[in-house]
């Protein structure tokens, strides 16, 4: 099969191209969507670039020629900066419009991939406390629940199109190669790690080779459209994973931070990681998708 990626450098999309590739059995081809011209064009790993530029609605759609699939993963990285005016509207920016130039790309190709997975977050439902959130509940109100409301709405014109779309509403992907475990992992190592805030916020996490699986599940089964949640069967609090990390990897855990610390260290981003998101993969369960780390402490095992 040959499959379109973007964001395929970040850690999900990095972690999917290499599954693909390393399917013998699949015989899958990828394509990268890349912003920068020394990307395109058949690459050493056995890629193919793809240009595009998301702020600009371009892509070379010729190169998405015979494409059966397209991963759309791209954006900027919610936790990677202070949440600034400028900084938010590119967090914004960098979903939807990227997610519309690919939309748009699928709509008026001659012949339409099968499939759109379309990255999401869990965001979407906002706070939602201790409640267990599944798919059927409704978007929450605050800046990242209404970016995952736009970034959804814009795959519009693909599914119009007759292009089968599933939104994958990723939780906290757990992996000491990327995202927040890069940067809680070494802490922890040290005997510096401790619950953040309160420790009673839920964090609905996934080992990276679930968030993987899951993807390519979306891909292959025929029927799945429409919102998935991509996070552990199990959604833990934070002080519940400061324990299980400590346990993993033998260390002490005595180190909270405050939630006041929280908010001048991270301002306004300080809601998301002392917020609580108790969601839950139901339809991916009801789909008979199986996980290899259901607990969190085989997630962290296999996040190090």
Not at 110 to 118: F, K, Y
Not at 183 to 197: A, E
């Amino acid at each position: 099969m040959r499959i379109a990626v973007t964001g395929s450098t970040g850690l999900i999309g990095s972690a999917l191209v290499r599954s693909l590739l390393a399917d013998k059995a699949g015989g899958h081809e990828v394509v990268r969507l890349v912003r920068h011209r020394s990307r395109t064009g058949r690459q050493s790993d056995g890629t193919v670039g793809v240009g595009w530029n998301p702020h600009l609605l371009q892509v070379d759609r010729h190169g998405l020629d015979g494409v059966e699939a397209v991963v759309h993963l791209a954006g900027a990285g919610v936790g990677d900066r202070r949440w600034t005016d400028a900084y938010k509207r590119e967090i914004r920016d960098s979903r939807v419009l990227g997610t519309e130039t690919i939309a748009a790309a699928l709509a008026e190709a001659e012949q339409p991939p099968r499939v759109l997975v379309s990255g999401s977050a869990v965001g979407y439902y906002g706070q939602t406390a201790a409640r267990v959130i599944d798919e059927q509940a409704p978007a929450g109100d605050d800046f990242l629940a209404q970016v995952c409301v736009e970034w959804e709405a814009a795959t519009r014109p693909a599914a119009d199109a007759g292009v089968r779309v599933a939104h994958a509403r990723t939780g906290l992907v757990l992996s000491a190669a990327g995202g927040a475990g890069a940067r809680l992992f070494p802490l922890f190592r040290l005997g510096l790690g401790g619950r953040l805030g309160s420790g009673h916020q839920f964090w609905s996490v996934i080992s990276l080779a679930d968030e993987v699986a899951a993807l390519r599940f979306l891909i292959d089964t025929p029927g799945l459209s429409g919102p998935f949640n991509l996070t552990g069967p199990e959604p833990v609090t934070n002080r519940e994973l400061t324990e299980a990390m400590g346990r993993v990897l033998g260390r002490p855990t005595p180190f909270p931070v405050p939630e006041f610390a929280l908010k001048a260290a991270l301002g306004e981003m300080a809601v998301e990681v002392a917020g609580s998101h108790r969601v839950v993969p139901q339809r991916l369960l009801d789909a008979g998708f199986a996980f290899r780390h259901p607990d969190i402490d085989s997630a962290v095992r296999a996040a190090l």
